[in-house]
């Protein structure tokens, strides 16, 4: 007898249960998020210090709280011409991180006198591992991850940028 109870008790729980996830997974509201696409906000050149060779950029700027702490974060990729300057108010040791990046990045950090003083190349996707400057840095640019060596960028070579 117990065991009858038992088995319809454990029938209408099951049955409950199941009618309650079907009618979750019809009610489920897809959300979907907006790509954030580039936006020109300014024209960089980095000055090769050994050949005096010039690459240019479009850039996006990240000057406000909201920007430098979003970055390239929630898009899909970058084109191979562009990148984002990041502008500090101060000098001092800078730390970087991938939360929500899906595309690789080379991250190079540019100290107050615009010269290059190191890099963080082919940092991963979604990694929240501390992408640290080895000497303090006013800007930081990202790139897509492997520029740094296609372009033989090097520790000294120097930056200008103009915004629009």
């Known amino acids: 007898m117990f065991f009858k109870r038992f088995s319809i008790l454990v029938f209408i729980i099951?049955?409950?249960?199941?009618?309650?996830?079907?009618?979750?997974?019809?009610?489920?509201?897809?959300?979907?998020?907006?790509?954030?696409?580039?936006?020109k906000e300014g024209a960089l050149t980095i000055f090769k210090s050994?050949?005096?060779?010039?690459?240019?950029?479009?850039?996006?700027?990240?000057d406000t709280d909201f920007d430098i702490q979003t970055g390239l974060m929630y898009r899909n990729s970058m084109d191979t011409n562009q990148g984002m300057l990041f502008v500090f108010d101060d000098i001092k040791a800078r730390f970087f991180?991938?939360?929500?990046?899906?595309?690789?990045?080379?991250?190079?950090?540019?100290?107050?006198?615009?010269?290059?003083?190191?890099?963080?190349?082919?940092?991963?996707?979604f990694d929240e591992s501390s992408l640290p400057s080895k000497f303090p840095a006013k800007y930081v640019l990202e790139i897509n991850a492997g520029l740094v060596d296609t372009w033989n960028i090097s520790i000294g070579d120097s930056i200008s940028y103009t915004t629009n």
């Open 97 to 125: 991180y991938m939360k929500n990046t899906k595309f690789p990045l080379d991250l190079i950090y540019i100290g107050g006198d615009k010269n290059i003083v190191s890099f963080q190349k082919n940092a991963k996707p």
């Open 50 to 62: 050994v050949d005096s060779t010039q690459v240019k950029l479009d850039i996006e700027i990240a």
């Open 14 to 39: 099951s049955s409950g249960i199941l009618l309650n996830l079907a009618s979750c997974k019809e009610n489920k509201k897809v959300i979907k998020q907006t790509e954030v696409t580039f936006k």
